[in-house]
């Protein structure tokens, strides 16, 4: 999509978001000022007036409608003198005020149907009326001729306007008028005949609250329609069974409806990246255009809201760590402005959200180099590795791809809360690279959370549902194969899927389930059910796969909430409940995704929740002097920068560093800390940012970044020190940051 | 003067105020859950709603009940929805006077002491007052 067209589309948007506001204030208008008229008015009648039309000149104004803009600047002249109490009430002047009313809302029919406003109408008898009501004498004065031009302002001829069409504007008392009519009712004569209802009409504000309760009433019909349906599959009565079909029909049309009403497009979290690009290029130096595409691709509202914090993080990485600067760029002979690219689109009853930047991709290498120093794999591992399973490294808490330790922002401390955020949705985030030249996040979503397809199985005599979203393929043995297919190492079974090796799992065996004797399997018969798990695939053996319904997905209570390999429950056709598969938690159960990544994740927070005190968080470890170690918790910190000594200046006896057009106090930890730093060559900083104000705090020697659950001892033995506690096998000492950057604020 | 629903559980018999009880349901077809405490028995469906169902035996201690058993729900009232409590049988509503209740006696210890806030003296039989709240609370 090229930028007019893209251009285009915001602007009908923003005339649309204009034209439902106007029309509703210009109705509280028409209302208020009647009150006002009859001596009704309450305290803050006055204000409103005046506001829906200063609201409507402002939008106007924004958006170019010039015609609008200039018939609300009159108006607001008059208003502004009335509200100051330099004009009173006067009935010839409430007149006039309504027919200003009427004139805006006729310009706003035409914009409506035409998308510009007011085509060659002319406005200027209302403009005069306007002008001469200012100077109308502050106290009312009969005037007979008034009550003429009321009745005539309202005086519609029947033949020559239908009814929708807004009372003329220039029935003001002016000879001019006639001949105005008919332009402004030409004007809206091509949309009358249409019958196509107005905005106003057309559109009307829900409570999100009632559409939610509509959804989950529409799920409880979607499950009574299964039951229908099943009870009457074998049901003899033809009649009963067209019933049963026409509901069935019917049900799902229902759904997509109701759906729908909760449909929002992508743009509403999209209008604000354009800022958001603008701001991180411009902190970080470069030059960055965005193009969006598929703005209009629409999404269910609670999948709105949860993607919308994934999404800014991964289009700041890409600004970050992939497009580079623009000296960089035309050394790699690319245009200087780094292209953003975010795409939208349906597809398979999902939505795609792309981001591409044409930055320069993520090294692989270095992925690799960097997990195997962190402890994350083992060389053994990592040789085994396909490319894209080491590209998936990168989601792996507290990996960083950035040179040396200088973005802690960087794709490594925030992409696994990307991924689980996006999985917790039952989405999928897939990244492709080529370096160089790019790299491309797609995220998968579905549509909406509420009812998924899923495909039902039975194991000892337990039916399952498993999300459907997670469903690669099925894959039956029978026979002879059944036996053989299935192959054993050291007890793991695993199966050859096309020539790879893909590990099983049993359902039975990880469910602890017991079979009876009646529900003894069938050795001639393997069911594999391939699912994938973020990007590890892994086979599920079940006995029998039953067939695939839209179920409605229902939390379980709270004393189940704890078991991973469940996402919820949904009740099935026979009125019995199923439990849904959680598929990432069953191969974490089962041990299929490694053990290092989001396991370790979703243990931590369990742990957490028991524990309170102890929380595993990553750590910065560093050091000042040879014996003493300290950690600060990664996630408050800003940036990592080194700063040459010699960039170091004094302002009073403090410190500082000229950054980022700042000037940064710089804390020496050794001296508060006691300890040693480098007192020459490259300070190593941790830069926080406490109230938009930047504070340095040197530290001697950065060493590691851990990940560590923190039981502290010794809590708050000296100042700026929380507690200590051993990491890495060493009596490290937890800093408070905030201590010490509140005592140097103070101090200076 | 309060209004107690009443239960049998094995040989014990059980009272819970009737303001906390939503509803009392006769047996109902339950799914397992796989991996659960012991005491949650597993899931029933009650009219769209999914509810957990607690074995109130295993939650007291008491010996599993005969196979086949067809246990009944007592549903207590919770904020975030119903649980039910599985019993033996069920019984009549029974209105006791605030004095005929009684501390536990001091000589039932362990766990199912926390659970129980009292015990009414009934002309034929001791009434123990049941703590749903607690009941509910799985210990960790």
């Known amino acids: 999509m090229n930028d007019d067209s893209q251009q285009q589309v915001i602007q009908q948007q923003l005339i649309k978001d204009m034209l439902m506001e106007s029309l509703e204030g210009l109705d509280r208008f028409d209302r208020e000022l009647v009150a006002l008229e009859k001596g009704e008015a309450e305290a803050d009648t006055m204000n409103d007036i005046f506001r829906v039309i200063h609201t409507m000149k402002g939008t106007a104004g924004c958006i170019g409608l010039q015609r609008i803009e200039m018939v609300a600047h009159a108006g607001e002249n008059v208003l502004s003198l009335l509200r100051e109490g330099k004009l009173s009430i006067h009935p010839e002047l409430i007149s006039t005020l309504l027919a200003l009313s009427d004139a805006l809302r006729e310009i706003l029919r035409v914009l409506e149907q035409t998308g510009h406003d007011g085509g060659d109408a002319d406005y200027s008898a209302l403009l005069e009326r306007l002008r001469k009501c200012q100077s109308l004498p502050s106290a009312p004065v009969a005037q007979p001729s008034i009550e003429n031009t009321a009745f005539g302002l309202f005086d519609d001829d029947p033949g020559a306007h239908s009814p929708e069409v807004a009372k003329p504007v220039a029935a003001a008392p002016s000879s001019a008028s006639s001949a105005q009519v008919t332009s402004v009712s030409e004007a809206s004569a091509p949309g009358a005949p249409s019958g196509k209802p107005g905005v106003s009409e057309s559109a009307i504000r829900v409570d999100v609250v009632q559409l939610d309760k509509l959804m989950n009433l529409v799920g409880e019909l979607v499950l009574a329609r299964n039951q229908i349906v099943e009870f009457t599959s074998q049901a003899e009565n033809t009649a009963l069974v067209q019933a049963a079909q026409r509901l069935n029909i019917i049900t799902t049309e229902l759904q997509e409806g109701v759906m729908k009403t909760r449909m929002q497009p992508i743009s509403n979290i999209w209008s604000k990246l354009p800022r958001i690009v603008r701001d991180v290029a411009q902190e970080l130096g470069k030059e960055v255009e965005l193009v969006m595409e598929g703005q209009s691709t629409e999404l269910d509202r609670t999948v709105i809201e949860s993607i919308k914090d994934p999404l800014i993080h991964i289009i700041r990485n890409s600004i970050d760590h992939g497009i580079e600067a623009p000296d960089r760029r035309r050394a790699a002979g690319k245009a200087e402005k780094g292209l953003l690219h975010l795409r939208a689109f349906h597809e398979g009853g999902q939505v795609n959200i792309e981001v591409i930047d044409d930055g320069k991709g993520i090294d692989l290498a270095k992925v690799k180099s960097k997990a195997l120093d962190a402890g994350m794999v083992t060389p053994d591992q990592l040789s085994r590795m396909t490319d894209r399973e080491a590209l998936n490294l990168i989601f792996l808490p507290g990996l960083s791809t950035a040179d040396q330790v200088t973005a802690v922002s960087g794709r490594g401390v925030g992409m696994d809360v990307v991924r689980t955020n996006i999985e917790k949705i039952g989405g999928s985030v897939d990244i492709q690279t080529t370096l160089g030249e790019g790299t491309t996040l797609r995220i998968k979503i579905p549509l909406t959370l509420a009812i998924i397809p899923a495909l039902v199985i039975t194991t000892c005599g337990e039916r399952f549902a498993i999300p459907q979203v997670s469903l690669v393929e099925l894959v039956r043995l029978e026979g002879e194969q059944a036996l053989k297919g299935i192959e054993h190492v050291f007890g793991a079974p695993v199966y050859r899927l096309r020539g790879k090796l893909l590990p099983l799992v049993c359902l039975d065996a990880v469910l602890h389930l017991e079979r009876s004797s009646s529900q003894s399997a069938d050795n001639n018969v393997a069911n594999i059910i391939v699912l994938k798990a973020g990007e590890q695939q892994f086979g599920l053996i079940v006995d029998a796969v039953n067939d695939t319904q839209e179920i409605v997905v229902k939390p379980l209570g709270k004393h189940l909430k704890g078991l991973p390999v469940f996402a919820g429950a949904t009740i099935m056709g026979d009125g019995m409940v199923a439990l849904i598969l959680d598929v990432f938690g069953l191969a974490q159960h089962a041990h299929v995704v490694s053990q290092s990544g989001k396991n370790e994740l979703s243990e931590s927070a369990g742990t957490a929740s028991k524990a309170g005190a102890a929380i595993r968080q990553s750590l910065l470890l560093f050091s000042l002097g040879a014996s003493h170690r300290f950690a600060l918790p990664l996630s408050s910190v800003g940036r990592l920068e080194k700063f040459p000594s010699s960039q170091v200046e004094r302002e009073g006896d403090r410190e500082v560093v000229q950054y980022r057009e700042q000037i940064m106090p710089l804390v020496r930890l050794a001296n508060v800390l006691g300890g040693t730093d480098a007192a020459n060559g490259e300070l190593p900083v941790v830069v926080y940012t406490v109230n938009h104000r930047n504070f340095g705090l040197v530290v001697g020697r950065i060493d590691d970044i851990v990940e560590e659950t923190v039981v502290l001892q010794n809590e708050q033995h000296r100042s700026g020190i929380l507690g200590s506690s051993v990491i890495q096998g060493r009596v490290t000492e937890m800093i408070d940051v905030g201590a010490i950057i509140s005592n140097q604020a103070l101090a200076s | ?140």
Do not use: W, Y
């Open chain 2, 1 to 140: 003067m309060s209004l107690f629903c009443t239960f049998t559980v094995d040989r014990f018999f059980f009272g819970v105020a009737v303001g906390q009880v939503q509803e009392v349901i006769r047996h109902q077809a339950m799914t397992r859950v796989p991996l659960a405490r012991p005491e949650v028995r597993g899931l029933i469906n009650l009219r769209g709603q999914i509810i957990t169902a607690i074995d109130l035996r295993r939650r007291l201690g008491l010996p599993a009940g005969p196979e086949g058993a067809r246990n009944m729900n007592v549903l207590i009232k919770t904020p975030d929805g119903a649980i039910s409590l599985l019993v033996d049988q069920i019984e009549d509503v029974l209105e006791v006077s605030a004095e005929s209740i009684e501390l536990p006696p001091e000589t039932l210890q362990g766990d199912v002491r926390e659970l129980i806030t009292g015990a009414c003296k009934l002309k034929d039989r001791l009434l123990l007052l049941l703590d749903t709240g607690k009941t509910i609370e799985l210990p960790a």
